[in-house]
């Protein structure tokens, strides 16, 4: 009856341990510093999963990395539009460690856990204040991105989310005083300050988008 009755505990009072990352997911458009980084995590054992040209990146530096269209099945498609949007990654980032219905639908469905989500988004702005054409702006409007930013955020007392390259020394502190684990103050103020950056990208392309009409 115990570990039944603790399915109902509120999830937020069961995390207060520090939470080991074993892998991670790297999608990034800024890549500085983004080599020294992974190359970092690797140093503890995080496995690196990535897609597209942060892959290539990585690899080129020889850092052992996985292809999201490995963990999903799926090859990248329609002009990249189409590549996290996937229940193994999804998954691996919504799934309630310490739920036994979550864990068990990962099971029966092969997904892997997701515990740190790294990814910063399609330079929108950038492209819009560069004076590039409709197309060209709609194309570097973020889908995957936000989805997964998102994701991370709402779970973040089992996921950790950086959106920033400047939070990466502070995510490394951190590992090195837990030994490879974060705590739910950091993950807590990096899913603050994923929220803050979806909703600027959100109202960026909005006030975009109404300027056109």
């Known amino acids: 009856m115990v570990g039944d009755a603790r399915l109902h505990v509120p999830h937020a009072f069961m995390t207060e341990r520090p939470r080991r990352i074993t892998r991670a997911l790297l999608s990034v458009s800024d890549k500085s510093g983004l080599v020294d980084f992974a190359r970092a995590l690797a140093g503890y054992g995080i496995e690196l999963v990535s897609t597209g040209g942060t892959a290539k990146a990585l690899s ?18 329609m002009d990249g539009r189409l590549k996290t949007l996937h229940p193994k990654v999804h998954g691996g980032l919504l799934a309630i460690r310490d739920s036994r219905e979550h864990t068990g639908a990962m099971e029966t469905h092969g997904i892997a856990p997701i515990d740190l989500l790294v ?91 109404s300027r056109q009409f």
């Open 60 to 77: 080129d530096a020889g850092l052992k990395v996985r292809d999201v269209s490995d963990l999903t099945g799926f090859p990248e498609m």
């Open 119 to 209: 990814v910063n988004l399609y330079p929108f702005e950038a492209t819009v204040q560069a004076g590039a054409d409709f197309a060209h702006c709609i194309e570097n409007i973020d889908i995957g991105g936000p989805a997964m930013i998102r994701a991370a955020a709402k779970n973040h007392t089992d996921v950790i989310v950086v959106v920033d390259p400047h939070d990466y020394a502070a995510l490394l502190d951190e590992l090195k005083t837990h030994g490879g684990a974060t705590t739910i103050g950091l993950r807590k103020w990096l899913a603050a300050k994923a929220y803050a950056r979806t909703a600027a990208y959100d109202a960026a392309i909005s006030d975009w988008f």
